[in-house]
Nanobody, 120 residues
Framework: QVQLVESGGGLVQPGGSLRLSCAAS????????MGWHRQVPGKQRELVAR???????NYADSVKGRFTISRDDARNTVTLQMDSLKPEDTAVYYC??????????????WGQGTQVTVSS
């Protein structure tokens, strides 16, 4: 079993910055992709950013140039640096990791979600 623990959400004014982190622990052999999704009430969860084990990244068009995703494989962590935040970035942000377990099977794990609110 693997647990994902997120941190770093909160309230910020428009134009401000926040940094989200997610750490995985448990029976991990390796981690393929790490990513962040977000969801607002009444809407589908959407991909914000994703990074592969090789370091390739992709971003939602709405966050390109403002958000940066990075990973630390030694610590099994993924970080989302969010700059120039806008009110429309307000959502619950979820960490996601595709993990190769100690049994060499592939698992898809999600964090519990962290609230990001952008408001003056």
């Amino acid at each position: 079993q693997v647990q994902l623990v997120e941190s770093g959400g909160g309230l910020v004014q428009p134009g401000g910055s926040l940094r989200l982190s997610c750490a995985a622990s448990g029976s991990i052999f390796s981690i393929y992709t790490m990513g962040w999704h977000r969801q607002v009430p009444g809407k589908q969860r959407e991909l914000v950013a994703r990074i592969t084990s090789g370091g390739s990244t992709n971003y939602a068009d709405s966050v390109k140039g403002r958000f940066t995703i990075s990973r630390d494989d030694a610590r099994n962590t993924v970080t989302l640096q969010m700059d120039s935040l806008k009110p429309e970035d307000t959502a619950v942000y979820y960490c996601n990791m595709v993990v190769v377990g100690a049994d060499f099977k592939i698992y898809d794990y999600w964090g519990q979600g962290t609230q990001v609110t952008v408001s003056s």
